[in-house]
T-cell receptor, first 117, second 117 residues
Framework: GAGVSQSPSNKVTEKGKDVELRCDPI?????LYWYRQSLGQGLEFLIY????????KSGLPSDRFSAERTGGSVSTLTIQRTQQEDSAVYLC???????????????FGPGTRLTVL | AQKITQTQPGMFVQEKEAVTLDCTYD???????LFWYKQPSSGEMIFLIY??????QNATEGRYSLNFQKARKSANLVISASQLGDSAMYFC??????????????FGGGTRVLVKP
């Protein structure tokens, strides 16, 4: 079946602009996660969705970052007033149940490479 | 707080030989999960293998096996009979124990493996 998809694959924007990154999880997966991968910080957790709710937003670096999920499926990560330090690869993952029990493997999408000029 | 350490930033391995990638972790929790992911140059994160903290046997998946030493808090990945396609970045990750945080992963800094023909 189809894996996790993300769009766009690459995004170049100017400092101060807003950007939206989209994630389509694997069909039937209730849990969805956003991570950020940058040279300086490695792989960092941003936010977790269980259905349409976000029980854990602890990784969002500032209030310029927000995310939503609709219909228990597609999620959008929005970065307002982008800064150069936001440049990174943004990875989305989904898992079947989202509980920390058993394997409940997270499957990742190909990522969106964001470059802020 | 969780912490994952991968002490080998990079390593070379001869094709058809075995290679061991080190991973140590720090947690005070008794229940946790350990994962290894592969990230080729294309960027996608590919799930390789999972080990639960209560699993008595070391996990194996094809050419991948996990050398789990709970008392030493280490979860080393062993790749047998290396292939050229194994050249990639490898990440060790730990899942947070069951909380409202769901299935959030904390990643190590990664080890880059280059397989030589």
């Amino acid at each position: 079946g189809a894996g996790v998809s993300q769009s766009p694959s690459n995004k170049v924007t100017e400092k101060g602009k807003d950007v939206e990154l989209r994630c389509d999880p694997i069909s039937g997966h209730t849990a969805l996660y956003w991570y950020r991968q940058s040279l300086g910080q490695g792989l960092e957790f941003l936010i977790y969705f269980q259905g349409n709710s976000a029980p854990d937003k602890s990784g969002l670096p500032s209030d310029r970052f927000s995310a939503e999920r609709t219909g228990g499926s597609v999620s959008t990560l929005t970065i307002q007033r982008t800064q150069q330090e936001d440049s990174a690869v943004y990875l989305c993952a989904s898992s079947l149940v989202g509980l920390a029990v058993g394997t409940d493997t997270q499957y990742f999408g190909p990522g969106t490479r964001l470059t802020v000029l | 707080a969780q912490k994952i350490t991968q002490t080998q930033p990079g390593m070379f391995v001869q094709e058809k030989e075995a290679v061991t990638l080190d991973c140590t972790y720090d947690t005070s929790d008794q229940s946790y999960g350990l994962f290894w992911y592969k990230q080729p140059s294309s960027g996608e994160m590919i799930f390789l293998i999972y080990q639960g903290s209560y699993d008595e046997q070391n996990a194996t998946e094809g050419r991948y096996s996990l050398n789990f030493q709970k008392a030493r808090k280490s979860a080393n990945l062993v790749i047998s009979a290396s292939q050229l396609g194994d050249s990639a970045m490898y990440f060790c990750a730990m899942r947070e124990p069951f909380k409202a945080a769901g299935n959030k992963l904390t990643f190590g800094g990664g080890t880059r493996v280059l397989v030589k023909p």
